[in-house]
């Protein structure tokens, strides 16, 4: 899970991921290891949604799911593992479904299923053995994704990958 720096802070955009973080009340040692990933968005003012986009990654983000996080993947096609934490305790049972529909549509987006109308997306609280499936839209662009979450790029991401431009 090394970055080739040793100083992550010379990463460009990794500062600016941490500098977003340290806004937030009570972030951990494994909220900060997160921002080392890839692709990382957050939706306002809480909600983060990390993306593993190859099998290297998936194997490292494994190691951070907390028993409140929620997983979320694609079953039919080739595509990132995502993890989504907030404060769901926090979220009225509207804003958990539009929480997860938005952690859906961003997964769909990063995988081979983009270009489809409606792909199916797999998810569940790593607390619960119960596994759902929603159906979504994913967004026309990476960039869309940006209009509604933040995400600042890093330069190095943990395995070589590169977002997929729009």
Same mark, same amino acid.
Request: charged share 25%; glycine share 4%; hydrophobic share 40%.
């Given at each position: 899970?090394?970055?080739? /720096?040793?100083?992550?802070?010379?990463? $460009?955009?990794?500062?600016?991921?941490?500098?977003?973080?340290?806004?937030?009340?009570? !972030?951990?040692?494994? #909220?900060?290891?997160?921002?080392?990933?890839?692709?990382?968005?957050?939706?306002? $003012?809480?909600?983060?949604?990390?993306?593993?986009?190859?099998?290297?990654?998936?194997?490292?983000?494994? /190691?951070?799911?907390? $028993?409140?996080?929620?997983?979320?993947?694609?079953?039919?096609?080739?595509?990132?593992?995502?993890?989504?934490?907030?404060?769901?305790?926090?979220? =009225?049972? +509207?804003?958990?479904?539009?929480? *997860?529909?938005?952690?859906?549509?961003?997964?769909? +987006?990063? =995988?081979?299923?983009?270009?489809?109308?409606?792909?199916?997306?797999?998810?569940? !609280?790593?607390?619960?053995?119960? /596994? =759902? *499936?929603?159906?979504?839209?994913? !967004?026309?662009?990476?960039?869309?994704?940006?209009?509604?979450?933040?995400?600042?790029?890093? #330069? #190095?991401?943990?395995?070589?990958?590169?977002?997929? /431009?729009?």
């Amino acid at each position: 899970m090394n970055l080739p /720096t040793r100083c992550k802070l010379a990463i $460009p955009g990794f500062g600016v991921r941490l500098e977003n973080l340290f806004e937030e009340e009570g !972030f951990t040692l494994n #909220a900060v290891k997160l921002l080392e990933f890839g692709v990382y968005y957050k939706y306002p $003012p809480d909600v983060k949604v990390v993306l593993a986009l190859d099998e290297k990654e998936k194997r490292a983000l494994q /190691t951070f799911f907390l $028993p409140q996080d929620l997983r979320v993947y694609i079953p039919t096609h080739q595509g990132p593992l995502a993890l989504v934490r907030t404060d769901w305790e926090r979220k =009225s049972p +509207t804003q958990v479904e539009q929480i *997860i529909a938005l952690a859906a549509r961003i997964t769909a +987006t990063h =995988s081979d299923a983009a270009n489809m109308s409606s792909v199916p997306v797999k998810y569940r !609280f790593e607390k619960d053995n119960e /596994t =759902s *499936i929603l159906k979504v839209l994913p !967004f026309s662009s990476i960039a869309e994704i940006k209009q509604h979450c933040f995400a600042c790029d890093i #330069a #190095a991401p943990l395995s070589g990958s590169k977002i997929p /431009t729009p």
